[in-house]
């Protein structure tokens, strides 16, 4: 089934059974708590999760800084680095990825991810907020496993 295949995998799909699992319902941007600013969804106690909401220490991610160009000029050079990314690389991501969501107006970009072997998805959102007073902002990111505990590590190296 070629058709189920990320276009830039490292290898063509063998006719092996794919394990994607499902997408989560509750991804994308949104207040997380009463009355709080739209953010990403943090991570539960699974290791196979980084976020920028995570409330633990053992998957927060701090997010990436930007000073120059605001918000728009952020996204577009977040864009350009996840469509350069080269799948295989460091070992991880070898099925491939592909870019679900892109608002450049609200700074949201959800990208998924595969493994090579077995088809497991990994879901990756990315969020450009720009500060208060427009000068800078930041980039908050979740990269997450959709199932199972342990992911060999895969979302850190990513």
Do not use: I, M
């Amino acid at each position: 089934h070629p058709v189920l295949a990320f276009k830039n995998r490292v290898e063509k799909l063998r006719n092996e059974p794919k394990f994607p699992g499902k997408k989560p319902e509750d991804l994308g941007v949104s207040p997380r708590k009463e009355g709080g600013v739209p953010d990403l969804k943090g991570c539960g106690s699974t290791p196979n999760c980084f976020s920028s909401s995570s409330a633990s220490p053992d998957s927060y991610l701090e997010p990436w800084r930007f000073s120059k160009g605001g918000s728009a000029q952020a996204f577009a050079d977040l864009q350009a680095v996840v469509d350069a990314y080269k799948p295989g690389q460091r070992g991880v991501d070898g099925g491939g990825f592909q870019v679900q969501e892109a608002k450049p107006e609200s700074g949201y970009l959800y990208v998924q991810f595969e493994s090579l072997n077995k088809g497991y998805k990994d879901d990756v959102e990315f969020l450009v907020r720009p500060d208060p007073s427009g000068e800078g902002g930041e980039v908050r990111v979740r990269s997450a496993s959709r199932q199972g505990k342990k992911d060999f590590g895969v979302n850190a190296k990513r």
